[in-house]
């Protein structure tokens, strides 16, 4: 069978990792922290994939410890920037909160990802929602 040119890929895939996440499983932030770290070990400037890492991590657990659902991981290694998304089957947008003073530990997830993320967003889809961030492999 031959292969035209208009259906061969136009350039190769993009490094992906892609992960299922079982309810409540906080097990699976660092598992998810390894695997990115791996696949971002030649990518970016210095602490770029250590951002990547801290970021992802805060949406992986944010999606486990608010959403009481499975959660799926998506980060994608571009040519110029990673993209990772989190999505889950809860449909209330998340909001950026002013930590309180007296908890150390809560309400500083999305405060992180918009002070270090060059963009980040939230969407809907058929059921919940996605919630993402984008790094530049050359931000300093």
Same mark, same amino acid.
């Given at each position: 069978?031959?292969? +035209?040119?208009? =259906?061969? #890929?136009?350039?190769?895939?993009?490094?992906?990792?892609?992960?299922?996440?079982?309810?409540?499983?906080?097990?699976?932030?660092?598992?998810?922290?390894?695997?990115?770290?791996?696949?971002?070990?030649?990518?970016?400037?210095?602490?770029? =994939?250590?951002?990547?890492?801290?970021?992802?991590?805060?949406?992986?657990? +944010?999606?486990?410890?608010?959403?009481?659902?499975?959660?799926?991981?998506?980060?994608?290694?571009? #040519?110029?920037?990673?993209?990772?998304?989190?999505?889950?089957?809860?449909?209330?947008?998340?909001?950026?909160?002013?930590p309180d003073a007296d908890d150390c530990t809560h309400g500083r997830g999305l405060a992180l990802v918009q002070s270090l993320a060059?963009?980040?967003?939230?969407?809907?889809?058929?059921?919940?929602?996605?919630?993402?961030?984008?790094?530049?492999?050359?931000?300093?």
């Amino acid at each position: 069978m031959e292969e +035209n040119a208009d =259906s061969a #890929p136009e350039q190769a895939q993009s490094p992906q990792l892609r992960r299922r996440l079982e309810r409540a499983d906080l097990g699976a932030v660092p598992e998810t922290r390894r695997a990115l770290r791996e696949l971002l070990r030649h990518w970016g400037r210095p602490g770029r =994939s250590e951002i990547a890492e801290l970021l992802t991590s805060e949406l992986v657990t +944010n999606a486990l410890v608010h959403t009481d659902h499975d959660a799926v991981v998506t980060a994608t290694v571009g #040519p110029r920037a990673l993209r990772v998304e989190v999505r889950d089957f809860v449909a209330r947008i998340p909001r950026v909160r002013v930590p309180d003073a007296d908890d150390c530990t809560h309400g500083r997830g999305l405060a992180l990802v918009q002070s270090l993320a060059d963009a980040w967003g939230v969407r809907a889809h058929g059921v919940g929602k996605a919630v993402w961030f984008e790094l530049d492999a050359g931000a300093a």
